[in-house]
């Protein structure tokens, strides 16, 4: 009796743990199972599924806020000559800081040289050149920093795609990185050899994106840099993360240079008013020069001319200002 007993209970404790693997031994009920949990695991942390978006737009805000101050936190820690030399970085020109200001102390020295034949007067041309030795460089390194961005955001799709497709192909995402440092175009291809670089000496690869987003300080690498420090954190394929980004950038792109075109007209017309001082009096010094020359011949007409030519300057940043908020829309 005690015999049946016992092998009754045994029985019934047998059937009870098979019954209870069966859902993880059924490969269906298995992902059903594991899908499960990570839907209670996600409730459990987010709440519903609106908790969760809302929470991840939170921590992409709060990416995006912690890179910004970073940033300006860069900036306020380095001083002047360290802030030429990064611009001078983000601009892709071989020239160190010291031949920035020689070129700088050549412009001035030229733009005197111009001026003094041209008016005839040392006072008015020593301001002027030296003006022109502060602002012409820099406004030179800015247009080749615009420039370099362009180029690194038009070209930096089709990088994420090699990503994507090497990934995708089982490939380590190091040698993907390694691919594209290799065979795209540049700027891209010198951007990706200092991510490689910076992982060969230990930096995480969240880490090597954000030291690219400081190079390159525009908003597509700010939005890599989150992609990847999600990626990292939640997990997941990054293949899908890259592919994703690399479509929005894509379209932003399309946005943009609709906007431009819409602009055209705008920016033209800013340029012809900016223009029409100086065509103004050059047509009149072709006309009368005798009397034109009062301008820069005489202490009043030099006084004139200075109070027209920050006038016209002031103008001419009023018209950008309107420019612009006449394309943001505010």
């Given at each position: 009796m005690q015999t049946l007993a016992a092998l009754f209970g045994a029985c019934s404790v047998s059937l009870l743990v098979m019954g209870s693997l069966y859902q993880y031994l059924n490969p269906s009920l298995a992902s059903d199972r594991k899908?499960?949990?990570?839907?209670?695991?996600?409730?459990?942390?987010?709440?519903?599924?609106?908790?969760?978006?809302?929470?991840?737009?939170?921590?992409?805000?709060?990416?995006?806020?912690?890179?910004?101050?970073?940033?300006?936190?860069?900036?306020?820690?380095?001083?002047?000559?360290?802030?030429?030399e990064l611009r001078l970085e983000r601009s892709g020109l071989s020239w160190s800081r010291s031949q920035y200001r020689r070129v700088q102390i050549g412009v001035s020295?030229?733009?005197?040289?111009?001026?003094?034949v041209a008016t005839g007067s040392v006072i008015l041309s020593l301001p002027l050149a030296f003006a022109a030795g502060f602002m012409l460089p820099a406004a030179y390194?800015?247009?080749?920093?615009?420039?370099?961005?362009?180029?690194?955001?038009?070209?930096?799709?089709?990088?994420?795609?090699?990503?994507?497709?090497?990934?995708?192909?089982?490939?380590?995402?190091?040698?993907?990185?390694?691919?594209?440092?290799?065979?795209?175009?540049?700027?891209?291809?010198?951007e990706f050899e200092l991510v490689v670089h910076a992982q060969s000496i230990g930096a995480s690869l969240t880490d090597a994106t954000e030291m690219l987003a400081h190079r390159v300080p525009i908003s597509d690498t700010r939005f890599l840099a989150i992609?990847?420090?999600?990626?990292?954190?939640?997990g997941g394929a990054i293949a899908d993360t890259l592919s994703n980004l690399s479509n929005t950038l894509r379209e932003r792109r399309k946005l943009n240079e609709k906007i431009e075109a819409m602009g055209s007209s705008a920016r033209s017309s800013a340029k012809a008013l900016a223009a029409m001082p100086f065509l103004?009096?050059?047509?009149?010094?072709?006309?009368?020069?005798?009397?034109?020359?009062?301008?820069w011949t005489t202490t009043s007409g030099r006084i004139v001319t200075a109070v027209c030519v920050v006038w016209v300057l002031i103008g001419f940043f009023v018209l950008k200002r309107m420019q612009d908020n006449a394309m943001s829309g505010g």
């Open positions: 899908r499960a949990f990570v839907d209670r695991t996600r409730a459990a942390l987010f709440g519903d599924e609106r908790t969760a978006r809302h929470a991840r737009r939170q921590m992409i805000m709060e990416r995006l806020a912690q890179l910004s101050r970073d940033e300006q936190a860069r900036r306020g820690a380095g001083d002047r000559a360290r802030a030429v020295v030229l733009a005197f040289l111009v001026l003094v390194l800015e247009r080749k920093i615009a420039a370099r961005y362009a180029a690194f955001s038009h070209e930096l799709p089709n990088a994420l795609d090699v990503l994507v497709r090497g990934t995708r192909a089982g490939l380590p995402v190091s040698e993907c990185i390694r691919s594209v440092a290799r065979e795209a175009a540049e700027p891209v291809r010198t992609a990847i420090s999600i990626q990292e954190t939640e103004l009096l050059g047509l009149t010094y072709f006309m009368d020069p005798e009397r034109t020359q009062v301008l």
